[in-house]
């Protein structure tokens, strides 16, 4: 008998103890992904702010912050906290799932409304090269790259050449995602032209990366390494529906 009293007050002890330490974790600080303004020097993309960090942007500055909660718009002239107390429904459960690196999901194109993308025109995945564009490609697993295509409606055989080697991507009517071709290696630096019917061709630049555990650090990373097709993604699908200045 004593011996659970004892292992029941142990248990109570321990869930205090984690309640604790939860209860006064600090909100990590974002990073500047966006930078526009006489304060760009102090405030660039890339820059990772202290939690407790206030602000100071003049007539003209606007900053896109990001952090777990998703992104957020500042503008000046002002003084704002870096963390905002608002919250952006969704935003870590959508950052957790474009940022998975073993994700297969699909989904298909919609409709582009007004010439801009919306969420049924973005790839759902960080990961996936977007067959479209050109440009420095970030890639967190060089043995299982996939690609990714807006629309579905046509079958579709892509040309994959690089590194001394070519290959074929075979996308039947239905899928956007499809595996890059093993006879093709992925390596760190190379180039690559990807050509898909009815679109230009795409030249792309592959650097391997190492996954990050946070959204903060991802966005940081793909800066440093010029991924901005991932970075923009990144952003745009963890936008809140209202920016603000809080």
Sequence with gaps: MIWASNKRMARALAAAALGAALGGTAIAGPVVVRAVGPSAKAYPAGKQLADSAQLVLKP?????????RGT????GPGTFAA???GTRAGATQTASQILRTNSTSERRGGAVRGGLPTMD??????WFLDLSKSGTMCVADPQAVRVWRMSGDKAADVKVSGA????????????????????????????????TEGLAPAKIKVVTV????????????LIAKGCNTQLDLLIATTSAANSSGD
Excluded: H
């Design 164 to 195: 001394g080697s070519t290959g074929t991507i075979t996308l039947p009517v239905g899928a956007t995602v499809g595996e890059w071709p093993k006879s093709v290696p992925v390596t760190d630096g190379a180039e690559y032209t990807i050509t």
């Design 210 to 221: 190492p996954a990050q555990a946070s959204i903060e650090d991802t966005a940081s990373q």
């Design 72 to 75: 957020r718009t500042i503008s």
């Design 121 to 126: 025109t973005r790839s759902p995945n960080l």
């Design 60 to 68: 003209g500055d606007t900053l896109v912050l990001l952090d777990a």
């Design 83 to 85: 963390v905002s107390t």
